[in-house]
């Protein structure tokens, strides 16, 4: 149910949403842009479409370590 709300708000565009969500490809088909952060600093922006079309990058960033 959240999930479908958060759909609704980036669909509307007149709202800026932050998801913050363990799940990364259900986070990246609800938004359109990408930041992941390390410790603070962005260390990768792209379209969300980009990164779920790029599994190797998607992994490397997602993975712990």
């Keep these: 149910e959240l999930m479908n709300v958060i759909r ?6 007149g ?5 913050v969500e363990q799940h990364a490809k259900l986070a990246l088909a609800l938004t359109r842009q990408a930041v992941v952060l390390e410790r603070g600093r962005v260390v990768h922006r792209s379209a969300s479409e980009e990164l779920l079309a790029d599994p190797d990058t998607l992994h490397r960033l997602v ?3």
């Design 15 to 19: 709202m800026a949403v932050i998801v």
């Design 8 to 13: 609704e708000l980036v669909a509307d565009g």
């Design 63 to 65: 993975s712990v370590s």
